[in-house]
């Protein structure tokens, strides 16, 4: 079974920066892409950042350049590190994870609130 488990989130001021961790119960020599995903509230769950095994990383337009997604291969984290934010990033944000053997499966964290007031 995959656990994902996040830290991370919370309240921060605009133009501020905040960082989000993602465990995995699984090694990452399985892990098919890792990243996160948000959701504000009336709106659909949208992709932010993810790391395609491969190398390809990935970025909405809106996180370009503020956003940066890394992984500890030897620990099993993903980080998402938030800076510059601004109110629209508030969401509640969702590591999402897709085995190699499976990539039609998506496994979800908890989700934790970021929240940015305007």
């Known amino acids: 079974q995959v656990k994902l488990v996040e830290t991370g989130g919370g309240l921060v001021q605009p133009g501020g920066s905040l960082n989000l961790s993602c465990s995995a119960s699984v090694s990452i020599s399985s892990v098919g892409a890792m990243g996160w995903y948000r959701q504000a509230p009336g709106k659909h769950r949208e992709p932010v950042a993810r790391l395609i095994t491969g190398g390809a990383t990935y970025y909405s337009d809106s996180v370009k350049g503020r956003f940066t997604i890394s992984r500890d291969n030897a620990k099993n984290v993903a980080y998402l590190q938030m800076s510059t934010l601004r109110p629209e990033d508030t969401a509640v944000y969702y590591c999402?994870?897709?085995?190699?053997?499976?990539?039609?499966?998506?496994?979800w964290g908890q989700g934790t609130q970021v929240t940015v007031p305007s």
């Open positions: 999402n994870l897709v085995l190699k053997i499976d990539p039609n499966k998506d496994y």
